[in-house]
């Protein structure tokens, strides 16, 4: 009969403890390693994905303003060109005697309003993401298409955002 010091001599000896260890050093180890793979990997495009939310941002702030102006409060859409050949949208509204002009000056959209003689100009886009290009595209007289292109000025990730408007009130006049 073997007494418990014995048993314990013998299991040292075979190596099994120092065995356990390694594997599961090893299995420690790999797992570290996709971890900080992972971690790498968003780390990465963790700027990315803020851009990429914030362009989302500005796209639903700007379309709710173009779609509730042009569709709901306007009675005439004409399509135009400024001198630098940009895009223009000239409206009338429903309310007697206002015009609007909705144009890109630098990367900002801007609204200007029109009541008799007083102007005035408000901008319409957020000032932290570029409007790197507008274009008013004519789809028929109660359609109007409209494609922006926003960019992230700090990672420089870019989106082409189309919209189509229906005038509920109005039409459009190239």
């Known amino acids: 009969m073997t007494t418990n010091l014995d048993f314990w001599r013998e299991k040292r000896k075979s190596g099994y403890i120092l065995?356990?260890?390694?594997?599961?050093?090893?299995?420690?180890?790999?797992?570290?390693?996709?971890?900080?793979?992972?971690?790498?990997?968003?780390?990465?495009?963790?700027?990315?994905i803020l851009a990429d939310i914030e362009i989302v941002k500005s796209v639903r702030y700007t379309e709710s303003i173009l779609r509730r102006e042009l569709s709901y409060n306007t009675t005439r859409i004409g399509l135009a060109k400024d001198l630098n050949g940009r895009a223009q949208i000239n409206c009338k509204k429903t309310l007697n005697n206002v015009r609007s002009y909705w144009y890109v000056s630098g990367t900002v959209l801007y609204r200007k309003?029109?009541?008799?003689?007083?102007?005035?100009?408000?901008?319409?886009?957020?000032?932290?993401?570029?409007?790197?290009?507008?274009?008013?595209?004519?789809?028929?007289?109660?359609?109007?298409?409209?494609?922006?292109?926003?960019?992230?000025?700090?990672?420089?990730?870019?989106?082409?955002?189309?919209?189509?408007?229906?005038?509920?009130?109005?039409?459009?006049?190239?």
Do not use: H, W
């Open 113 to 174: 309003t029109e009541k008799g003689m007083a102007p005035g100009v408000n901008p319409f886009s957020n000032p932290e993401i570029k409007i790197v290009d507008f274009k008013t595209v004519y789809l028929g007289k109660e359609k109007l298409g409209i494609i922006i292109t926003l960019q992230d000025p700090e990672t420089g990730l870019e989106r082409i955002i189309p919209l189509s408007l229906f005038l509920s009130n109005g039409t459009v006049v190239q």
């Open 19 to 48: 065995l356990e260890l390694n594997v599961l050093f090893m299995v420690i180890v790999l797992i570290a390693n996709v971890y900080c793979s992972v971690a790498q990997t968003f780390l990465k495009n963790y700027r990315k």
